[in-house]
């Protein structure tokens, strides 16, 4: 696949965010349908899905997983990717976080390097990504800083991330005053990186998301785009939804040279078998 392909990936809610940060935060299966439907047709081929449980709370249940993804194969068929998560929250252990994932098996699913592999569970940890490969579950590793980086490409040349050629999501401004990045967030990163053979994408929070994951796009990386991490459009103004977000950075892709991905592009990229 060239690697003028982009994939676009929508992250619509987050595990934190509810109807009181914004009106249009997508959290009942039906919503987040017609979400990711919205974003699909604005250029996503991807989407990074929160669930809720019947109290509103974040959950990582497959019960709690399973009528949203129904909901959203039921609009877009196979024409998004569909990503679980594996986030803690504060609420779930690494057992708890896995055992989840082995029960729903998703097509995709994220995970951060330092919830589910923590000092000294590194074998627990590489025998998980281990199954998810045997099971065809494409993972996602989360990095979010320098160090992060350093570490996973130790494990990976210690043989415990077993993935030849590993998807990395970057993540810029999680842990920043205010949760705000700047595209300079992001050099350091890629300079870690130098040499290492990966997938790479970047998510970015706070108002200057497009500008970050623009540069992402000029290097070679991919995007998550989404009220997840940022729901200001890039002229201040809040963003009506998720698909305006996807819009506006769609509409200044040419000028990095970059093509939006399809999701059988994005398969491919990411080596799932379809």
Not at 95 to 108: D, S, V
Not at 166 to 192: C, F, I, N
Not at 249 to 263: C, I
């Amino acid at each position: 696949m060239s690697n003028n392909s982009l994939i676009i990936c929508v992250a619509p809610n987050g595990a934190r965010k509810g109807k009181q940060d914004h009106s249009a935060i997508p959290i009942s299966p039906d919503e987040l349908a017609i979400e990711a439907e919205n974003c699909l047709r604005a250029g996503a081929s991807m989407i990074h899905l929160h669930v809720r449980d019947p109290e509103g709370k974040h959950s990582i249940e497959p019960e709690y997983y399973r009528p949203a993804i129904a909901a959203i194969r039921a609009r877009v068929g196979n024409d998004l990717i569909i990503q679980a998560t594996t986030e803690a929250v504060g609420m779930y252990t690494p057992e708890q976080q896995m055992a989840a994932i082995r029960e729903l098996k998703p097509e995709a699913v994220s995970v951060a390097l330092k919830e589910l592999c923590p000092v000294g569970s590194e074998q627990q940890a590489s025998d998980f990504f281990r199954w998810l490969l045997d099971n065809q579950i494409a993972p996602q590793y989360i990095l979010y800083s320098v160090a992060d980086i350093e570490r996973f490409i130790a494990l990976h040349q210690q043989g415990i991330i077993p993935d030849a050629c590993p998807h990395l999501l970057l993540v810029l401004g999680r842990y920043s005053e205010g949760q705000t990045s700047d595209p300079e967030d992001l050099l350091p990163m890629l300079a870690a990186l130098t040499g290492f053979e990966s997938v790479w994408a970047v998510c970015a929070f706070g108002a200057r998301e497009a500008d970050c994951v623009r540069l992402a796009a000029q290097h070679g990386g991919h995007c998550r785009i989404g009220f997840e991490n940022n729901m200001q459009l890039p002229n201040g103004e809040q963003a009506p939804n998720n698909a305006s977000l996807i819009t506006n950075f769609v509409s200044g892709l040419e000028s990095t040279g970059r093509n939006r991905a399809t999701s059988a592009d994005s398969r491919k990229i990411l080596g799932m078998v379809q």
